[in-house]
């Protein structure tokens, strides 16, 4: 599935400049190096962090997309970076574990 | 590419929200020289670990990449207070990191590791007082 189809399914796009990624699997973690360790290149990242680091590690780890679970805030200036580096973001309201139980029908 | 290509970056320090800016550089540079995804994203993921470990425990440092026709060589260079238990160190889940660290998600005792899970080698020169020096390869 591509990371642009989420938003039919309840998410919502924050920053979605590469919106024609496939998705590839799904990772969930809120310690980026443990992220950087064990997420699969094309992975959709579930976390609730939400700082400047998050955009890097997307990046470097070059996962299709950061899915902000919870319905956590990211800052205006760090959406803004995500779109200047081209990292999709997106939001769900549901808890991590019912955000992951939805993704797993819509990936697989 | 006949002659190696050098990358020179000093990694600063203070600012822990532009640490990454090295490793996101070498990324594009890597990615213009058409180096395969999967690598970029090895060279990539170590360098920002290494990086992430200068700002956090040895006030910045520099960052050399070297990439030739064969290997692309990573050295991570500091003044920091050195390594005193390399072994420890290398243990997934060890970290000295503080509690301000771990809230910005970093801190896990995952870095060095994942370096060396990245990288082909990996080589630690360190000194208590005086500072760390890691060189690592990616065969191409």
Request: with cysteine; glycine share 8%.
């Amino acid at each position: 599935m591509l990371v642009k189809e989420l938003q039919e399914h309840g998410f919502e796009a924050l920053s979605l400049p590469d919106g024609d990624r496939e998705i590839d699997g799904v990772y969930i973690g809120d310690l980026l190096s443990w992220v950087m360790g064990r997420a699969q290149m094309d992975n959709a990242w579930i976390t609730i962090m939400t700082n400047v680091n998050v955009i890097a590690v997307a990046s470097l780890a070059d996962t299709s997309c950061v899915i902000l679970a919870e319905g956590v805030d990211m800052p205006e200036d760090l959406i803004e970076t995500a779109k200047q580096k081209e990292i999709n973001v997106l939001r769900s309201d549901q808890p991590i574990y019912e955000t992951a139980v939805q993704l797993s029908k819509l990936v697989s | 590419m006949s002659e190696p290509l050098i990358f020179h970056f000093d990694v600063d320090g203070e600012n822990f929200a532009s640490a990454g800016q090295a490793s996101t550089q070498v990324k594009k540079n890597l990615r213009q020289l058409g180096v395969p995804a999967a690598t970029i994203r090895r060279v990539s993921i170590a360098m920002y670990e290494g990086e992430i470990n200068m700002v956090i425990h040895a006030n910045g440092g520099t960052a050399d990449v070297i990439v030739s026709e064969d290997y692309i060589e990573i050295i991570l260079a500091d003044k920091g207070p050195g390594i005193p238990n390399i072994e420890q160190a290398m243990q997934e889940g060890f970290s000295t990191a503080t509690d301000q660290i771990r809230s910005l998600g970093f801190g896990a005792g995952m870095g060095l590791p994942n370096m060396k899970r990245y990288t082909d080698t990996m080589e630690i020169d360190t000194m208590v007082g005086v500072g760390t020096t890691i060189t690592m390869y990616v065969y191409l």
